[in-house]
């Protein structure tokens, strides 16, 4: 059974950055893609990013583009999403999903994920 466990939340302030990592056990990442998800008070869950099994093919929502990055260290079992510029729109609990495919497919429905972690805050307040 695929286990996921983030880390890197935390307070910041506007225009500063932080990394959340996605810590995997119970089995290898290299046959899940793997995807970022965020939940806002108040407001559903929405997606941030993608990252397909071998990293070939990334996807961003707009929210995310030109601030966010993804990557993956499948030699150790890692998730990592790079967030610059953040700013108070950016504040929920992120959560990482694994899909139990190689590929990200269309869109970001909750439903194609097979296995979540329990999420991590991030908080940006000045």
């Known amino acids: 059974q695929l286990r996921l466990v983030e880390s890197g939340g935390g307070l910041v302030q506007p225009g500063e950055s932080l990394r959340l990592s996605c810590a995997a056990s119970g089995s290898t990442l290299d046959s899940y893609a793997i995807g970022w998800f965020r939940q806002a008070p108040g407001k559903e869950r929405e997606g941030v990013s993608c990252i397909s099994s071998g990293g070939s093919t990334i996807k961003y929502t707009d929210s995310a583009k030109g601030r966010f990055t993804i990557s993956r260290d499948n030699t150790k079992n890692m998730v990592f999403l790079q967030m610059n510029s953040l700013n108070a729109e950016d504040t929920a609990v992120y959560y990482c999903?694994?899909?139990?495919?190689?590929?990200?497919?269309?869109?970001?429905?909750?439903?194609?994920?097979?296995?979540w972690g329990q999420g991590t805050q991030v908080t940006v307040s000045s």
């Open positions: 999903a694994a899909r139990s495919v190689t590929t990200c497919g269309i869109g970001f429905s909750e439903l194609r994920y097979n296995y």
